[in-house]
């Protein structure tokens, strides 16, 4: 296997973008990782699109072709290809991209991920997110996605005593990133009260537990380690990529409160990277909503399972702790578009990493990792980056 | 729910009757039934039997849903819960038949068959089961 490296990222801004077509969107955030990886498209091998339900939220499939199409590739005929797994469909065109890579076949790729959501209604899109739950055996008996999370919250408060105070933290932190990302769809600051008090959606769930429906599109350029010289004198390395699946419905997995596929996922990151959790400077984790962002860091094992509300009580993962999680505004404050969110999560580790955070940036921040879900948990990638 | 009438019959017996299987190999039961036993995978091939759940069992987690899917929206709130069965299958129904309060983590419930959606006034009415308390 060959070393892989980023040499270049492109993000759009994300939020409800009226103005901005899918295809405007993707080319974008394409057309900037090509500028900042400074290759001029001819060397590009191949491509990897990440999205999860163009077909229901614009009526369209054929992502890869379109996506190459829109972003000036039609000529050069390279192949395209979009890559699904509900909201971890970016992490898993990521790790398309640099497996084809690693095995030799390619040297440069694309990696985009895209979502446009705003172009349905909510209900349409609500119903569209719970596509990545079991359709026969959990929605047709009426449970929504964020009501899915709800129970793993249920179950978490009963088994180790986290309690909805723990979980609103998690959404006034990330919100406190968020106003540092000028990316991020919510730029503005949210207090305990009003994450408390927020209207209910699924209990103990209420709004500011979740995160929003967004559009937005994010693209990162690899390439082979032993060619980015002639890039960039500031290459990441991605030292591990791991994979993980469980059972699509939570009913039937072995615990409610563990993402068994974060915790295989991570065990064969740790494993490629010859790390241990305690190794990671700062994180990208999938916090679609807070609870997901507490069971992140244990199964990612940063901390002691169960002991994830009372490390976000102890501010061990604000931008300032031992450990910054989700330093771009996470899911929660920079928005959620499901395809996209995979990669814009390589977007903000390399930019951390390679000290151009601003605001943001985690001091002496050498190794990232980063962390995408699909459905309530039945796909997971983890992603692991090391500033060169 | 979209996708044809058949898209439901095919799941009558499940929904109806909460015909489940077991695998032969192992002994463990599974809801919906499996094809293959995912614990004994080979050696269960040929040797899941279908089973008759009896119903019963007892909360392991819920959630009250106050923002519902569109055919549930008239039901709203309405608590969902993980049902581990006597058997040993857990399983997502409505909880039925009591405050909202009452349903608790621990809870004893009983299999009942309800009307779950249907597809505008014209269309198909789709039955299964919710749950109620045990009393």
Redo the contacts between chains.
Sequence with gaps: MRDVAVIGVGLTKFGELWDKSFRQLIAEAGSKAIFDAGVSGNEIDAMYIGSMSSGRFIGQEHIGALVADASGFSQLHIPATRVEGACASGGLAMREGYLSIASGMNDIVVVGGIEKMNDVGG?FA??TL?TAAD??????????F??LY??????HM?EYGTTKEQLAQVAVKNHANGILNPYAQYQRKITLEQALNA???????GLMDCSPVTDGAASVILCAAEKTKKFTDKPVKIIASGQGSDTL????RRD?CTLDATVHAAKMAYKQANLKSSNIDLAEVHDCFTIAEICAIEDLGFVEKGQGGKAVENKITTLDGSLPVNTSGGLKSKGHPVGATGVAQIVEITQQLRGEAEKRQVKDARIGLAHNIGGSGATCTVHILEAV | MDGGVARFWREIPQRYNLIGNKCESCKRVFFPPRESCPHCRRKSMGKMEDIKLSGSGEIITYTIIHVGPEAFEEQVPYPIAIIKLDEGPHITAQIVDCNIDDVKIGMKVQSTFRKIQEDGYVGAIYYGYKFKPLR
């Design positions: 209900n609500t119903e719970a359709q026969e055996w959990e929605a047709f008996f009426g449970v929504t964020p009501g709800a129970m793993i919250a249920m179950r009963h209207t209910m959606v699924a209990y103990p769930l419905a939570l009913h039937s409610i």
